[in-house]
């Protein structure tokens, strides 16, 4: 049981801006590392963002300076700013939380799509 849901995801312009959330519901506990993956068409998931519970957060080469991770505990939400979109941002998103446990909760993903 537990259950993380991906919300914000659609079609943006190049250079535009999306943030996605994730939300955290039910037996979903001691996390300890929350990040952000994507994987486009034909390509490998990769990780985009993490941001572990101290705060430190670390950030693909691609995406740093453009992408910004931040969560809320009140929430139990972790967002993805994403600004300065480009067309090779294009992929399903997903959101990962890692517990204590060594336990991996995935959601279902949100497609961004970067096109003009």
């Known amino acids: 049981q537990g259950q993380l849901v991906e919300s914000g995801g659609g079609l943006v312009q190049p250079g535009g801006s999306l943030r996605l959330s994730c939300t955290a519901s039910?037996?979903?506990?001691?996390?300890?590392?929350r990040g952000w993956y994507r994987q486009a068409p034909g390509k490998q998931r990769e990780l985009v963002a993490r941001i572990i519970s101290g705060g430190i957060t670390n950030y693909a080469d691609s995406v740093k300076g453009r992408f910004t991770i931040a969560k809320d505990n009140a929430k139990n939400t972790v967002y993805l700013q994403m600004n300065s979109l480009k067309p090779e941002d294009t992929a399903v998103y997903y959101c990962?939380?890692?517990?204590?446990?060594?336990?991996?909760?995935w959601g279902q993903g949100t497609q961004v799509t970067v096109s003009s």
């Open positions: 990962n939380h890692q517990s204590l446990e060594g336990y991996a909760y």
């Open positions: 039910g037996n979903i506990f001691n996390i300890y590392a």
